[in-house]
């Protein structure tokens, strides 16, 4: 009896030992297949092809209004893990729009957002326009797929100056930001020329605690800032940085000037106006020459003098203009709108 009680002792530890670790095995395999573990995974550990897969397009009626996206998503992370840094631009003659569209099969009516998380800001990306379709092209190529790396909720928005009396870059810009806002409640803003395209993802299309400049350099000033307060060709503001300079002047027709006004009245404002650094905030600007219809306008000096007195009642507050289409291809919503005339 006491041989068999010590060996029986010992089958008995074996049996609960086997047991303990069939649960743990069993409790493993549970927690493996389960939503919980995917989703604790870090964005970083997924790799960049399947996050692709993973992205759709919304509509204007989209996930957050019909709750198609399952819910909740985490947001995404600061940093992007698809960044690629400096970029290889192409600017094919033969590229159609065709050619952009079939590349871009997620974006729907201009529009994008990341389906795997949350993203940070919803940017509206506005385009003053008036016969540069090549520019506008090769601007979409890039444009669509640096936003998406980006990971950001996003809608391109062309405003077309219908008619053919001098352009007003600035006018258009106010249009698309109170036109922009009947579709969604952007967070951020970005007024952007057609011909510039952004040389590096690490150039953020996202919006600061103060207005940002995103053009340090471009190819055709060597790279340089082409003088010290500069603030045009690509420049981001929050909705309520741009609402509380009252937009762009109404009253610059022509070129020069209405990039110097947003300066002063962001000055005004004791904002501060930021700029990345000068080795990722590169832009290569496609080669044109200055467009008629749209001369040196002789004015700019005179009103940028009046601007401290004016720009309360000159600006989004005073905006006018008539739209005379809206249409929503696959890449961009195309605003086309009568701006009227320059006052004299
Ligand atoms: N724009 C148009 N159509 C026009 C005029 C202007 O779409 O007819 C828009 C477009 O978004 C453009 C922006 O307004 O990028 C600014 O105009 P711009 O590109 O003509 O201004 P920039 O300062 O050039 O680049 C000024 C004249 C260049 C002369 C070059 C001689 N060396
Ligand atoms: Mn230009």
Redesign the pocket.
């Known amino acids: 009896m006491g041989v068999c009680s010590s060996a029986c002792k010992m089958l008995r530890r074996g049996k609960y030992f086997f047991l303990l670790l069939l649960c743990l095995s069993v409790l493993a395999w549970i927690a493996m297949f389960s939503g919980d573990f995917v989703k604790s995974l870090p964005v970083s550990s997924v790799t960049t092809q399947a996050l692709a897969m993973r992205d759709t397009a919304h509509s204007w009626t989209s996930a957050k209004d019909n709750m198609i996206t399952p819910t909740p998503i985490q947001a995404c992370p600061q940093k992007s893990p698809l960044l690629q840094g400096a970029l290889k631009l192409n600017f094919e003659p033969t590229l159609t729009l065709k050619d952009v569209e079939g590349e871009n099969k997620r974006v729907a009516e201009g529009q994008f957002e990341p389906s795997y998380c949350t993203a940070r800001q919803s940017v509206a990306i506005l385009?003053?326009?008036?016969?540069?379709e090549r520019?506008l092209l090769y601007l979409l190529h890039h444009l669509h797929p640096f936003l998406q790396r980006q990971q950001l909720h996003y809608a391109v928005y062309v405003i077309q100056?219908a008619g053919d009396v001098t352009?007003n870059?600035a006018k258009l810009l106010n249009v698309g930001y109170l036109e922009a806002l009947k579709d969604y409640n952007w967070d951020c803003f970005i007024f952007?020329?057609?011909?510039?395209v952004p040389e590096n993802d690490h150039n953020l299309y996202i919006c600061d605690t103060q207005p940002k400049h995103l053009v340090v350099g471009r190819n055709?000033t060597g790279y340089k800032l082409r003088y010290k307060g500069y603030f045009?060709?690509v420049t981001a503001m929050s909705r309520e940085q741009f609402h509380q300079v009252n937009g762009f002047s109404n009253a610059y027709w022509g070129?020069?000037g209405e990039d110097d006004d947003l300066c002063k009245r962001v000055e005004l404002q004791k904002m501060k106006i930021v700029r990345p650094p000068a080795g990722i905030a590169r832009y290569t600007?496609v080669f044109?020459?200055?467009?008629?219809?749209?001369e040196i306008n002789k004015d700019s000096m005179k009103l940028l003098g009046r601007t401290p007195v004016v720009w309360k009642k000159d600006g989004l507050n005073s905006c006018s203009y008539k739209t005379l289409s809206v249409e929503r291809p696959p890449l961009y919503v195309n605003l086309t709108v009568d701006i009227g005339k320059p006052q004299s």
């Open positions: 385009i003053p326009h008036r016969s540069r520019h100056q352009f870059r952007h020329d057609v011909d510039l055709s045009g060709g070129w020069g600007m044109h020459k200055r467009d008629s219809g749209n």
